[in-house]
């Protein structure tokens, strides 16, 4: 995995993890998982393990100097209000992204009907005025 990528896997799940992964558990009673998620995904954090990082052909970070790096937490309560805004938010903008990839789609295969030939727009022929819509 590319350094600095985060998955959160169910606690009833199994896995098996490979070269240059760590799994993180936190202790909920200073951080929630949902919390962590996003708080590992920023752009401060990302940095932060960037800089700790060593080699040249695959980053990696070592564990050590992973739970090295500190940062402040709100309460845990706090954590779980944040988490949900981020979710819903998060909830959001996958439903537009999905709906503009639709469009796009959409877009895509109506040029391609009107370049082909497929579907024939209508032309004005030339020198022909607009048609008078009642105002004088």
Known sequence: APLGNVAQ??????YILSQR?????????IATNDFMAWLLRTSQFQRAMVNRSSGTTA???????LVQITTALPQPDEQDRISSLLNQSQA????????????KMQ?????HDL??????VPMRKAGMKERDNGEN
């Open 107 to 111: 877009k895509h295969g109506l040029m």
């Open 59 to 65: 980053t990696g970070i070592q564990r050590a100097k």
């Open 21 to 29: 992964v760590i799994a993180l558990r936190f202790n909920s009673q």
């Open 92 to 103: 959001s903008i996958d439903l537009y992204e999905n709906d503009l990839a639709k469009q």
């Open 115 to 120: 370049l082909t030939g497929r579907v024939r």
């Open 9 to 14: 896997i169910p606690e009833n799940q199994k």
